[in-house]
């Protein structure tokens, strides 16, 4: 191959109970990129679609990860890279991490696939780190590993695949304001009380072994965030009333999507998402606020490949 255009997939992170550790992955809303090899070595951006990004490389979170890439590869070519912005930056459903990822997956189809998707993970984070400041990877890895994923450690790096329901379906919201991640994690308290550490691990190893067993009851009861979402939530406008009334029309669950604005939840059932989007559209169609909706089952395969030759 000498081009490939890919579709890589937005994100959700934390999900409730699983701060900067879990993750999933959405299927009707992404970014498209397209990789050709060159014969000048280097990465080059020389298009850029749908939102005002910067062009040079070592600007670019797509950049960044590419030349990381590149770095240790040490290829006898060199790359452009067109990007399709399609996921709104600052939406809190991976924007930084669809370019971040979708950069270097290309790369690694183009060369071969010499790398494998932890690898390839690793070198993404060095693009999701010009956006947020710090290298994670909870919704990258979902984009490059599909489905749902627990980060083990970032040190060394260690993702763990976690089986999803078949019937799980995801509703978004995305209500335009903007939620800087600097100030959402400013909001954060530096320390916790013992007894709530315990409800919040229990949540998460519950959340967990209901992947695992397909138990959409537990689901349910272990999508409980007592210790992030408490204060991010203060920061999003009508959150509660979009929570109380998705688990009103059926959802399983709700909560903030990565550190905001959006906001997920998850439901048992195609029929039970849209009745979820009909109640989360409902509460901001009486606003002034606008917003979007996205509702998708969720993407067990991850970045794919849309075009290749």
């Not at 335009?176 to 013992?194: D, N, S, V, Y």
């Not at 406008?237 to 959802?251: C, H, L, Q």
Request: some cysteine.
């Amino acid at each position: 191959m000498n081009e490939i255009k890919i579709f890589s997939p937005a994100t959700v992170a934390n999900v409730s109970c699983g701060f900067d550790v879990l993750g999933f992955c959405l299927d009707t809303i992404g970014d498209e990129m397209v990789v050709r090899k060159t014969k000048d070595k280097g990465i080059r951006i020389t298009k850029i679609e749908g939102y005002d990004l910067p062009f040079e490389a070592h600007k670019n979170v797509a950049g960044v990860s590419a030349l990381a890439l590149m770095e240790v590869a040490q290829p006898h070519c060199g790359f452009e890279i067109e990007i399709y912005k399609k996921i709104k930056p600052g939406s809190g459903i991976g924007s930084s991490s669809a370019s971040a990822a979708g950069s270097v997956w290309a790369i690694n189809q183009l060369l071969g696939s010499p790398f494998n998707k932890t690898q390839i993970t690793n070198f993404a984070m060095k693009g999701e780190a010009l956006a947020s400041g710090c290298e994670h990877a909870d919704n990258i890895a979902p984009a490059i590993f599909g489905g749902f994923t627990l980060v083990k450690s970032c040190t060394p790096l260690q993702v763990l695949a976690i089986p999803s329901p078949s019937k799980l379906y995801a509703t978004i919201i995305h209500p335009e304001i903007e939620i800087k991640t600097a100030e959402a994690r400013a909001i954060l308290p530096k320390q916790i009380a013992l007894k709530k550490a315990i409800t919040q691990w229990a949540n998460l190893g519950s959340l967990v072994h209901a992947m695992h067993t397909s138990d959409y009851e537990l689901i349910s009861d272990s999508l409980n965030d007592i210790i992030v979402e408490p204060f991010r939530s203060q920061l999003i406008p009508y959150f509660d009333v979009v929570k109380t009334e998705s688990i009103k029309a059926g959802a399983l669950g709700a909560g903030i999507s990565g550190s905001g604005p959006s906001i997920f939840a998850l439901s048992k059932g195609k029929a039970a998402a849209e009745a979820v989007a009909h109640a989360m559209k409902k509460v901001y169609s009486k606003t002034d606020i606008n917003f979007d909706i996205h509702l998708s089952k969720i993407n067990m395969e991850g970045i794919r490949v849309i075009k290749s030759n």
